[in-house]
């Protein structure tokens, strides 16, 4: 089973992009919304960071992974 990602708002500002996400965990029946951002290809914010992420480790990966090619990044 795969994690649900939606991106629920968005703004754009020159090379950084400020999304907020709602990510839901099925392997820990968790949901989860944050504010996470792109500065140039960089994603930032603790839902997707190696040691503060409540998400487990695939959907952490996967989560990435869709926001990357989302934002084409």
Do not use: W
């Amino acid at each position: 089973m795969t994690c649900q990602i939606t991106v629920t708002d968005f703004v754009e500002q020159n090379t950084a992009i400020y999304m907020q996400v709602e990510v839901y965990d099925p392997q820990t029946n968790q949901r989860y919304q944050e504010e996470l951002r792109f500065l140039g290809d960089l994603l930032y914010g603790d839902l997707v960071h190696t040691k503060k992420s409540p998400l487990t480790e695939q959907c952490r990966l996967e989560t990435i992974a869709y926001l990357k090619s989302y934002f084409d990044r």
